[in-house]
């Protein structure tokens, strides 16, 4: 079994300042992905950045970043530069196979963050 | 326009009724989700298809009733449903079911009285 730890409920900081997200993951399976969305007020889960168990370096999305921590299992989400608009959930995702052989994506609970001015 | 599109956005429904939701991917992708989003857990996959297809069935309850009429097109029949199945209804799309990068509509705020 998957699973994905997201232990900040909430995040507050100040307009163009860099924030992380923190994400940890459980998993037994050699070849995974990591991902992260947004989700703004309006609903609609917003794709931000993926980052490959094989890739070598850290995935990079204009003012995202993932820092890619395999031995301790982690893939934190930093935001460079915040902006009021980045004001929103945050989930961290894994890809998860499913007993008929497909995948899909298993999501943690969320980090909802804040961007004062 | 956007690539996934779901209707209604608002639903309020007493318990013996029967509504649907509708989601509509212009992305050319052959693979949909609908997934459930609580207050306060984790997205829920619901249900997957395939080319029409359904693989997998997330142990969800026969109120809920999917229905996929071809690859750009999927519905989630509701009936007699119950306070706690309220919530954000996301349907989203991807290119395969092995393409892990999935696309999202703004989802249906379903209310049940």
């Known amino acids: 079994a998957q699973k994905i730890t997201q232990t900040q409920p909430g995040m507050f900081v100040q307009e163009k300042e860099a924030v992380t997200l923190d994400c940890t993951y459980d998993?037994?399976?050699?070849?995974?992905?990591l991902f992260w969305y947004k989700q703004p007020s309006s609903g609609e889960m917003i794709f931000l950045i993926y980052?490959?168990?094989?890739?070598?370096q850290n995935a990079t999305e204009g003012r995202y970043s993932l820092n890619f921590q395999k031995a301790r299992k982690s893939a934190n989400l930093v935001i460079s530069a915040s902006q009021l608009g980045d004001s929103a959930m945050y989930f961290c995702?894994?890809?998860?196979?499913?007993?008929?052989?497909?995948?899909?994506?298993?999501f943690g609970k969320g980090t909802m963050l804040l961007v004062s001015p | 326009e956007t690539g996934v599109t779901q209707t209604p956005r608002h639903l309020v429904m007493g318990m013996t009724n029967k509504k649907s939701l509708k989601c509509e991917q212009h992305?050319?992708?052959?693979?949909m989700y609908w997934y459930k989003q609580s207050a306060k857990k984790p997205l829920e996959l619901m249900f997957v298809?395939?080319?029409?297809?359904?693989?997998e069935n997330n142990s969800v309850p026969s109120r809920f009733s999917p229905e996929c009429p071809n690859s750009s097109h999927l519905f989630l029949h509701l009936h007699t449903l119950q306070p706690e199945d309220s919530a954000l209804y996301l349907c989203?799309?991807?290119?395969?079911?092995?393409?892990?990068?999935?696309?999202f509509g703004s989802g249906t705020q379903l209310s049940v009285l």
């Open positions: 989203a799309s991807s290119q395969g079911t092995n393409n892990e990068k999935l696309f």
């Open positions: 992305l050319g992708h052959n693979a």
């Open positions: 998993t037994s399976d050699p070849s995974y992905g």
């Open positions: 980052q490959g168990s094989y890739d070598q």
């Open positions: 298809y395939s080319l029409e297809e359904r693989v």
């Open positions: 995702a894994m890809r998860d196979t499913m007993n008929s052989g497909y995948s899909t994506l298993t």
